[in-house]
């Protein structure tokens, strides 16, 4: 239990529906992000969000819509997505000050895009 | 361009030897490397760090080592268990391109480490 958690921890969906992956962190910490791993390939980073504030977006499709309401919430807003969308999407979270600061994941939401 | 690179897809260890899982890199700009764990159906879980003013560090059976000159990491795990079966992703992050202090974490393909009994 590493104080990040998410849900749904799996999901199937339609290229026409809509659906929102949510992340919460009970660690106290200010950054959050979200990354995309796909089979055979390294995570990727998508988005950063420090101080509720998004910080970085990796050239993320618009069919990605990220959002931060609090330090301690992280959402990820799916419409329209395809298949080769289909990946394993993590959460993780940090301090967001100072250096040198790992970061803690979520077990991860296992997505297909049909 | 993969700027993380774990070339060894995957290592195959007798339980209470070494294990040695390797990592290059490419961007002479990364100064804080980390190893990170992974079992299956889990999320990747922080295992051990070193910034670029060390060589190594050690934690347990746990130790990283880090050659600046030839751009290069490695993990060593000794004794290994059979628990330490999973993949290991090591990751760099350039502070310099830190914002506000959240870290842009760039990773390797991972090693999938098997010991066996």
């Known amino acids: 239990e590493t104080g990040v958690t998410q849900t749904p921890r799996h999901l199937v969906m339609g290229m026409t529906n809509k659906k929102s992956l949510k992340c919460e962190q009970h660690l106290g910490h200010n950054a959050m992000y979200w990354y995309k791993q796909s089979a055979k390939k390294p995570l990727e980073l998508m988005f950063v969000?420090?101080?509720?504030?998004?910080?970085e977006n990796n050239s993320v499709p618009s069919r990605f819509s990220p959002e931060c309401p609090n330090s301690s919430h992280l959402f990820l807003h799916l419409h329209t997505l395809q298949p080769e969308d289909s990946a394993l999407y993590l959460c993780?979270?940090?301090?967001?000050?100072?250096?040198?600061?790992?970061?803690?994941f979520g077990p991860g939401t296992r997505l297909t895009v049909l | 361009d993969q700027q993380v690179k774990q070339n060894s897809p995957s290592l195959s260890v007798q339980e209470g030897r070494i294990s040695i899982l390797n990592c290059d890199y490419t961007n002479s700009m990364f100064d804080y490397f980390l190893w990170y764990k992974k079992y299956p159906a889990e999320g990747p879980t922080f295992l051990i760090s070193i910034s670029s003013i060390k060589d190594k560090n050690e934690d347990g059976r746990f130790t990283v080592f880090l050659n600046k000159s030839a751009k290069h990491l490695s993990l060593h795990i000794v004794p290994s268990q059979p628990g330490d079966s999973a993949v290991y992703f090591c990751a760099a992050s350039a502070q310099g391109r830190t914002q506000g202090g959240s870290e842009k974490l760039v990773f390797g393909k991972g090693t999938k480490l098997t010991v066996n009994p």
């Open positions: 993780a979270s940090s301090p967001g000050q100072g250096l040198f600061n790992e970061q803690f």
């Open positions: 969000y420090n101080f509720k504030e998004q910080t």
